[in-house]
């Protein structure tokens, strides 16, 4: 263990900086104590503060505590592969003062889903997500099965999806993440996908509803509907209703649409203000790809508002989540011209660490 040296982790926002010389560590009960190198003495009071303080909450997701040949406290984070013997848990120390509330991390928009889940452990919870082969449906399952969820990611194309979950594999190898096939624009395999996940026998504690096309031409699925309707908005409220009693049983258990801020851009309602249901699936006279893109959305929220009012009295809440204008992601993937549009606009975008934060911060 002598080969173990001390690693330094990111600044935190705590305000009792310590004097050159001195180090803070903690023991195996998580209490602080602060080392004087320069003296070779420990003690519990900080330095300047003459505060005593202890870490609060579990070990993030992916560390362990071990204790070397002279009995000091050293940590493993078996996902980036390393060891230090700095807690990880630091940046969220608390007083000794039961009358004092625990200090909160800032986050702003450059904060990452794996920072707002530090120390969150969502072990013995499932969470199934559409389109989780690639973009921010991917960053979302890897974000919760490194912390802990069992992870199913509902894929039309089982290739890129078995891909996905050897990604995460690599990642953590004990990470618990599996795959199963949904095609959205076929609601018969909707249907088979919600009686094959009962058939599990397991809770669904959070449904990601992410998957999504977009810039598609007119097209009718099987089912007779236009596609975009269906795979955007369609497909996930059937969905929904199937495993709606699964949801309930899992209580508290929530729903995250994901929707977009060109719901705003559209209407469904005729010249006289009454709702036109016709325009959802529009003849290929009358269609034009972005409104139909911005009339699912629309229905997204409009469905998320009305399942939180039904549901969230048994322990169900539904949240529309917008991932943000400035994003990037492989949604363009259907026209040349968006591909080039998206292409252009990259440099000044999020990435897709940053845009599934607010998954991460809604579940």
């Known amino acids: 263990m002598a080969a173990l040296r001390y690693a330094g982790l990111d600044d935190t926002d705590s305000e009792d ?26 003690q519990w009071e900080h330095p300047k503060t003459g505060k005593r303080k202890r870490v609060a909450g579990d070990l993030p997701y992916g560390w362990e505590q071990e204790t070397d040949e002279n009995g000091q406290v050293f940590f493993v984070d078996h996902i980036n592969k390393r060891t230090t013997y700095l807690d990880p848990r ?36 499932v969470v199934l997500i559409t389109g989780a082969n690639s973009g921010i449906g991917f960053e979302t399952a890897k974000s919760f099965a490194l912390h802990g969820a069992h992870v199913i990611l509902a894929c039309r194309n089982m290739t890129r999806a078995s891909e996905a979950v050897s990604r995460i594999l690599g ?6 993440v599996e795959a199963m096939t949904l095609d959205l624009a076929l609601l018969r395999s909707v249907q088979n996908f919600a009686e094959a996940f009962k058939a599990k026998n397991v809770s669904l504690h959070v449904l990601v509803c ?11 699925t099987k ?35 994901v929707s977009s801020e060109s719901h705003r851009f ?74 080039l549009l998206f ?19 809604s579940s």
């Open 266 to 339: 559209t209407d469904i309602s005729d010249s006289s203000g009454q709702l036109d249901f016709s325009r959802l699936s529009p003849s290929q006279n009358d269609y034009w790809a972005m409104l139909a893109y911005n009339r699912s959305k629309l229905c997204n929220i409009l469905f998320s508002n009305e399942l939180h009012r039904r549901l969230s009295p048994r322990g169900v809440t539904s949240n529309a989540v917008h991932p943000g204008n400035m994003m990037y992601s492989s949604i363009h993937r259907s026209w040349w011209l968006y591909t």
């Open 90 to 125: 630091l940046a969220f120390t608390v007083d000794d003062n039961p009358t004092k509330p625990a200090s909160r991390q800032r986050y702003d928009g450059s904060t990452t889903a794996m920072e707002i889940l530090q120390g969150r452990d969502f072990s013995g919870k």
């Open 210 to 220: 992410n998957a999504a096309v977009f810039a598609l031409p007119w097209s009718l």
């Open 223 to 257: 089912d007779g509907l236009e596609t975009t309707f269906q795979v955007n908005h369609l497909g996930h409220f059937y969905l929904v209703q199937l495993l709606q009693d699964v949801l309930c049983r899992s209580a508290p258990a929530r729903v995250v649409m």
């Open 171 to 176: 990642e953590w190898h004990k990470a618990k």
């Open 17 to 42: 900086e310590l004097p050159p010389g001195w180090e803070e560590r903690t023991t195996k009960d998580g209490w602080v104590y602060y080392a004087n190198h320069s003296e070779e003495k420990t």
């Open 343 to 361: 292409t252009l606009a990259r440099p000044f975008t999020k990435s897709m660490h940053l845009c599934c934060c607010g998954y991460a911060a």
